[in-house]
């Protein structure tokens, strides 16, 4: 099976692969404070930047939600701006929305790709507002000058677990050397919480290994079988294992931490190679899609600092194909399709026909060329009528 995500590998627990001694940003950054949820340093990042109920925050129209609803919770308004095709912001739309509330522009690097930093950073100086850089899907990625995504804006939050296999996690960097720094300690994250992360890495690990209808079978019984009867132990219980891949933001878990077994795993990968191998990986699949009739790359072209966490492409019928490629073994889905991720790109007709159209292609470091061909063979077959 190929999976949409890398699966975990018990190397990554044996004691003599060490840590590694060179570490990307953002573990280089001097400020840095580790989180069981990314949410939670957005919620931290708003505080840090000293801003009041009331205030307006500039947001793109394509988003998973949960970052509107940690804005909103912490009592500010946001005000969405529209997007290019290629997902940069529109500023003509942008110096519309701009109000004399506008306290921050929250801007997303989507997938890897770098947002145009030198235009967003320049008008964030000009009006004298905040910049809140999510990295979230961009980890290990740098823009146009090598200059690591996360490290211009005044905050900026990073979510490993989408790129490397660990439980759970997310990073707040503090990058305006003005802006106070969290001088209380962060909780320790529920034991059992991270247990159900471990458990769905396991899934996916063992669904990953067996090929064909194997492969198939022991995932779905792994999935709708297993797990649903181990949360059902784990509620009578008594014990309440805290999901961190949904799209809700509770603030009781605000202050929960980094697990040391996350911690762990992060010291462990080889990153340059992760980086190498998904670029590689890209740059195939890319080669091999281009120009097949009925499919759109959303970023034709990698640029030389980049590393992609999915291949977003862009069909005419995604569901349809996600179902045909799930038939061969092939894991995608959509970036997001929640109901708040609906609801505010509704009114923006770029970001309304992305939500129709698109879907993400896996390119992770895990998969060898041949997985590679064999994804874009399925692709060709799946939207050829």
């Given at each position: 099976?190929?999976?949409?995500?890398?699966?975990?590998?018990?190397?990554?627990?044996?004691?003599?692969?060490?840590?590694?001694?060179?570490?990307?940003?953002?573990?280089?950054?001097?400020?840095?404070?580790?989180?069981?949820?990314?949410?939670?340093?957005?919620?931290?990042?708003?505080?840090?930047?000293?801003?009041?109920?009331?205030?307006?925050?500039?947001?793109?129209?394509?988003?998973?939600?949960?970052?509107?609803?940690?804005?909103?919770?912490?009592?500010?308004?946001?005000?969405?701006?529209?997007?290019?095709?290629?997902?940069?912001?529109?500023?003509?739309?942008?110096?519309?929305?701009?109000?004399?509330?506008?306290?921050?522009?929250?801007?997303?690097?989507?997938?890897?790709?770098?947002?145009?930093?030198?235009?967003?950073?320049?008008?964030?100086?000009?009006?004298?507002?905040?910049?809140?850089?999510?990295?979230?899907?961009?980890?290990?990625?740098?823009?146009?000058?090598?200059?690591?995504?996360?490290?211009?804006?005044?905050?900026?939050?990073?979510?490993?677990?989408?790129?490397?296999?660990?439980?759970?996690?997310?990073?707040?960097?503090?990058?305006?050397?003005?802006?106070?720094?969290?001088?209380?300690?962060?909780?320790?994250?529920?034991?059992?919480?991270?247990?159900?992360?471990?458990?769905?890495?396991?899934?996916?690990?063992?669904?990953?290994?067996?090929?064909?209808?194997?492969?198939?079978?022991?995932?779905?019984?792994?999935?709708?079988k297993m797990i649903p009867f181990m949360r059902?132990?784990?509620a009578h219980a008594g014990l309440h294992p805290?999901?961190?891949?949904?799209?809700?933001?509770?603030?009781?878990?605000?202050?929960?931490?980094?697990?040391?077994?996350?911690r762990s795993m992060l010291s462990r990968f080889?990153?340059?190679?992760?980086?190498?191998?998904?670029?590689?990986?890209?740059?195939?699949?890319?080669?091999?899609?281009?120009?097949?009739?009925?499919?759109?790359?959303?970023?034709?072209?990698?640029?030389?600092?980049?590393?992609?966490?999915?291949?977003?492409?862009?069909?005419?019928?995604?569901?349809?194909?996600?179902?045909?490629?799930?038939?061969?073994?092939?894991?995608?889905?959509?970036?997001?399709?929640?109901?708040?991720?609906?609801?505010?790109?509704?009114?923006?007709?770029?970001?309304?026909?992305?939500?129709?159209?698109?879907?993400?292609?896996?390119?992770?470091?895990?998969?060898?060329?041949?997985?590679?061909?064999?994804?874009?063979?399925?692709?060709?077959?799946?939207?050829?009528?």
């Amino acid at each position: 099976m190929t999976t949409l995500y890398p699966v975990l590998n018990p190397r990554y627990f044996h004691p003599a692969s060490g840590p590694r001694t060179t570490l990307p940003f953002p573990f280089t950054a001097t400020r840095t404070r580790f989180y069981y949820f990314a949410r939670n340093g957005i919620w931290e990042g708003l505080t840090l930047l000293g801003l009041r109920p009331g205030d307006e925050v500039l947001m793109p129209a394509f988003t998973s939600g949960i970052e509107v609803d940690v804005v909103v919770a912490y009592g500010l308004t946001p005000i969405f701006y529209a997007l290019k095709r290629n997902l940069a912001p529109d500023f003509s739309d942008v110096h519309e929305k701009l109000s004399s509330r506008t306290k921050l522009f929250y801007a997303i690097h989507y997938l890897g790709f770098p947002q145009p930093l030198d235009e967003i950073v320049h008008f964030c100086q000009l009006n004298k507002i905040f910049l809140f850089e999510d990295a979230a899907l961009s980890f290990l990625s740098a823009d146009k000058n090598a200059v690591p995504l996360g490290s211009t804006g005044d905050v900026a939050i990073f979510c490993p677990r989408k790129s490397v296999p660990i439980p759970h996690g997310g990073i707040l960097v503090v990058n305006n050397p003005s802006l106070p720094f969290p001088p209380s300690p962060l909780r320790h994250p529920s034991r059992y919480a991270t247990i159900r992360q471990v458990v769905a890495l396991v899934v996916n690990t063992l669904a990953a290994q067996h090929n064909g209808s194997v492969g198939e079978t022991l995932g779905k019984w792994l999935k709708y079988k297993m797990i649903p009867f181990m949360r059902t132990r784990i509620a009578h219980a008594g014990l309440h294992p805290v999901e961190c891949g949904d799209f809700s933001f509770d603030p009781a878990y605000a202050d929960w931490g980094m697990a040391t077994l996350s911690r762990s795993m992060l010291s462990r990968f080889d990153y340059e190679l992760i980086k190498k191998q998904r670029r590689e990986n890209y740059e195939l699949l890319a080669e091999l899609l281009r120009g097949m009739p009925g499919i759109a790359l959303c970023y034709p072209h990698l640029p030389p600092h980049t590393c992609p966490m999915d291949m977003m492409v862009l069909v005419s019928s995604p569901h349809a194909v996600i179902k045909k490629l799930a038939q061969k073994g092939i894991e995608t889905s959509h970036l997001w399709f929640e109901e708040r991720t609906r609801q505010v790109g509704a009114s923006f007709p770029k970001t309304r026909e992305i939500l129709a159209r698109h879907l993400v292609l896996p390119i992770h470091h895990d998969l060898t060329p041949s997985r590679i061909r064999r994804i874009a063979d399925a692709m060709r077959h799946a939207v050829s009528p």
